[in-house]
């Protein structure tokens, strides 16, 4: 049994909670990751609690402006020259494939070269495929948030997946754990005309997923919406004892 966990962008902080029930139940090893969630679980798995989640809030608070405007939110943020932070990113993406580099996380990566049995779904843009990889926590961590924009392809080649299906879903077999996280893309309408593009894929991205996942008889563990322009990091963590009861049913049965 397999536990497949993600999220697009913001929504994988969903994760959090869930990822601490499978690490209570000492059931990371089993996890396949795209996303944030790749962060949280490498760190969560080498470090605890405190550190995983100190490193992730470092994550968000470093690529923040990135990551509203990638996920289309930076028109709900009321913040001055938002609008023209936007624009120069789309400018920054007209001229190369991703506004910031690796060497910008080396911190929240250290201590995380140990081998792992976690593996992060990727997207092989040379062999134009879906894959598997994760020899080390940090090339976990690494491919989880490989996003097209954001960072350049891990490796050259591999993009994170959630780009692909909002979660992993091209490794699932009967009896595995989904935790079935989905962003509501109604709440985030395209503001402008280049928005189109990126809402319509992104429809079809949860759709592909969902298709996938009906053809398997699974176990979806139902995730909840997470607003990040009003985040409540207590709130969110006290959302691990509405999994504990189902995650503990499944695994410990």
């Known amino acids: 049994m397999r536990i497949f966990v993600g999220g697009f962008g913001f929504q994988g902080l969903a994760s959090v909670p869930f990822l601490n029930v499978i690490e209570r139940l000492g059931q990371l090893d089993s996890v396949v990751c795209t996303g944030i969630s790749c962060v949280y679980a490498a760190v969560l798995k080498r470090f605890g609690r405190e550190k995983a989640l100190e490193r992730l809030k470092c994550f968000l608070e470093r ?44 911190d929240i990566l250290e201590g995380l070269d140990i081998s792992s049995q976690m593996k992060a779904e990727v997207f092989d843009v040379e062999e134009i495929e879906v894959s598997l990889i994760g ?32 979660i992993p879903v091209s490794f699932v077999k009967d009896g595995d754990v989904i935790f079935y996280n989905f962003r509501d893309v109604e709440k985030y309408p395209p503001s402008c005309a280049d928005e ?58």
């Not at 979806?220 to 963590?237: G, T």
């Open 63 to 106: 690529f923040e402006e990135e990551l509203l405007a990638f996920d289309r939110i930076w028109t709900r943020v009321n913040r001055k020259g938002w609008k023209y932070k936007a624009i120069r990113y789309c400018t920054l993406l007209s001229e190369k494939d991703h506004t910031r580099d690796w060497q910008e996380v080396e």
């Open 135 to 166: 020899t080390t926590l940090r090339e976990v961590a690494m491919a989880g948030v490989a996003f097209p924009g954001l960072f350049p392809p891990y490796k050259g080649k591999y993009l994170a997946s959630s780009y692909l299906s909002q």
């Open 196 to 253: 189109i593009l990126a809402h319509s894929a992104e429809i079809r991205s949860i759709s592909y997923a969902k298709k996938v996942l009906d053809e398997f008889s699974v176990v979806l563990i139902r995730s909840f919406d997470v607003d990040p322009v009003n985040l409540d990091w207590k709130e969110l963590l006290e959302k691990e004892d509405d999994f504990a009861r189902d995650l503990e049913e499944v695994i410990l049965a």
